[in-house]
């Protein structure tokens, strides 16, 4: 799914960023050699053999690269990045520029409890073209997205506690979750928990505000 929706987006000399899901080698061929633009992927499980050689890489780690500290969303969260292109060449991957991982510390701020996260990644960058300081930002990025994301969908749909477990019924109905959203954002005005407010139990609502019959009025922001 990934290279279709990407034909049609000007990625020339872009970094696109993706989760463990997406790091594949026809992807990563795709994005570098073809539409001339680097990735930046996480290494987790589903690719075992190149996540074991960066766990085994990066197992003695002295003072990191870089560091990074964020004070929001009520907790301290401290990132470092190690780095490296000594594995470039080893790798069973294509267009690796370099090699990192990063460790997440948070600590809640009225709690004091304290969470530890270790996550790996390649990039197709050089050192040149992306230091330690921009690979770091580049994930915190990707993954401020994916945040932000989840926590609309969820706060207006309550997704987590959804009992839709058969077949494809979840995969389905969060599609389609997500399209609502799309579509709520995609014409601009108030926020999406409000407007959902302002269209629910109203279907005549909903058609002036898509504007799907000939005699609708002028939909209201």
Known sequence: MAIPLLEAIDINSKTITGDALLTQRRLADYLVAERH????????GN???L?????LYFQERNAPDAVSVDFDHG??????????????????????????????ESINKKTGKV???TAYGITSCTPEQANADKILKTNRDHWCIENICHYI?????????????????PENISRLRRFAVGLIKSKGGSGV?????????????VLDYLRMTKNSSVPCT
């Open 51 to 55: 996540r074991a050689n960066l766990v």
């Open 115 to 117: 969470s530890n996260e």
């Open 75 to 104: 907790r301290i969260e401290t990132r470092k990045i190690w780095t490296s292109t000594e594995l470039n060449g080893y790798l069973d991957f294509p267009w690796v520029g370099q090699a990192f991982v990063i460790e997440r």
């Open 47 to 49: 690719q075992p053999g």
């Open 193 to 205: 928990a409000q407007k959902m407010r302002q269209l629910t139990m109203n279907v005549r609502s």
């Open 37 to 44: 633009a680097h990735y930046h992927f996480t290494v987790k």
């Open 153 to 169: 969908i969820d706060w207006n749909f309550d997704e987590d506690r959804s009992r839709i477990r058969t077949g494809y019924g």
